[in-house]
């Protein structure tokens, strides 16, 4: 914009030249039209050319030199300005596709992470399962053994009870059938032969 | 200087062997053998009757009461037997009742040469009888021997003997009783 204004400048600086140098180098085409008609019409008469010129150069040289710096200086501040918007927008373009490759990324991680702890979550609680199924089984087999080993035990007891009674019994019944029946001419032949049996006063 | 232990000792030995001798100068060796028995039965009540043996032993009591109580209660024994006990009351040695008549016995093996083997039976021992208990227990002991019988049912057969400690276990009663062990311990460690 800068180059464009500062090009337009100088062209017509350049027309001007020439056309004051045209001026000054072709006096007869001024002056023209005091001496003839026709192509005297189109001519500027030089009374009136010269203040004209006079003005236009004095407006040339204020315009020159107030009014182009302005003007020059709000298109250099408008180019800046659009420059630097294009490169503000240009700036938060590529902000905003770092930005969004950012948050894609970041969704992308989200996606992976979120798998990956419904992943987890499923393999513990395969896991727990399993430990909860391994417990309750060995929990069953131990109170099956328990109580295996309680009915082994009471049947134990039950059948060591029978057969102290038996036992018992038994002596009782023989103990009866001894002391009763035996007379004592009995008797005193068991003495002897327990006597001539028995162990020895002398033995430990 | 003598300990208590060993004082007692010798006071038990002199007990003992006063016994023995007055006993042997008063009537031989049935007067022997009958203050054994005696002195065994006394022994037997004492540990049974607390009344008895507190009177006798009881501190409040002079030594002279002591004394008199110990002739009353047992005037029916063998007098001599009866004196020592009453000078044994006198002293306050009721207490070593025991083991004077254990030394005694000892006394009795070593200075008579005779043991007394306690025999108990469920009838009355015939002559046979004794003389083939005799004879073992004189084998076995290598003393003469005399036989202090005694009957008792609950054996409900065989003998039982017993002299100084040692005794041979021959009843019928016992073998049951070890009929019954064994026939526990078996049937517990079998299959039913």
Redesign the interface.
């Known amino acids: 914009m800068k180059a464009g204004a500062k090009r337009f400048a100088a062209r017509l600086g350049a027309l001007l030249a020439v056309a004051g140098s045209a001026t000054f180098m072709f006096p007869a085409f001024a002056f023209a039209s005091e001496e003839s008609g026709g192509i005297d019409a189109i001519l500027p008469k030089m009374d009136e050319f010269i203040p004209m010129l006079i003005a236009f150069i004095v407006l040339w040289i204020i315009l020159a030199k107030f009014g182009w710096p302005v003007f020059n200086g709000m298109l250099e501040k408008r180019e800046t300005n659009i420059r630097e918007n294009l490169e503000k927008a240009e700036a938060a373009r590529i902000e905003s596709e770092r930005v969004l490759q950012e948050y894609r990324k970041q969704l992308d991680e989200a996606k992976a992470q979120s798998a990956q702890i419904v992943a987890e979550a499923k393999k513990t609680g395969e896991a727990v399962k399993a430990d909860m199924t391994e417990k309750a089984q060995a929990e069953a087999a131990a109170i099956i053994e328990k109580a295996r080993a309680a009915i082994e035990a009471e049947k134990k007891a039950a059948i060591s009870e029978l057969q102290g009674s038996v036992a018992d019994i038994s002596i009782s019944v023989a103990s009866r059938v001894i002391g009763s029946d035996l007379s004592d001419e009995e008797h005193r032949k068991i003495v002897e032969r327990y006597v001539n049996e028995a162990g020895s006063f002398n033995a430990d | 200087m003598p300990t208590n232990r060993l004082l007692e000792k010798e006071k038990v030995a002199t007990y003992a062997s006063v016994l023995l001798e007055a006993a042997q100068e008063a009537g031989g060796q049935d007067a022997v053998l009958e203050i054994r028995d005696q002195a065994e039965q006394i022994l037997r009540i004492m540990r049974t009757n607390m009344d008895l043996q507190s009177a006798l032993t009881d501190s409040t009591y002079t030594p002279e009461q002591r004394a008199t109580i110990a002739r009353g209660v047992f005037a029916s024994c063998n007098s001599v037997l009866t004196e020592v006990l009453a000078v044994m009351a006198e002293r306050g040695d009721i207490e070593l009742l025991t083991r004077v008549w254990n030394a005694y016995c000892e006394q009795l093996q070593e200075k008579l040469n005779v043991n007394v083997v306690d025999v108990t ?6 002559d ?2 004794r003389e ?2 005799k004879k ?2 004189e084998a ?2 290598g003393t003469n021997v005399v036989l202090r019988e005694r009957v008792d ?1 609950s054996l ?4 039982l ?1 017993s ?1 100084g400690g ?1 005794r ?1 276990d ?1 009843s ?2 016992s073998q ?2 070890n ?2 062990i064994v ?2 311990q078996t ?2 460690g079998g299959e ?1």
């Open positions: 039976t469920v009838v009355e021992l015939d046979h009888l083939v208990i073992k227990a076995d002991l049912t409900l057969g065989g003998i003997m002299v040692k041979i021959a019928v009663v049951l009783e009929a019954r026939l526990k049937m517990d039913c």
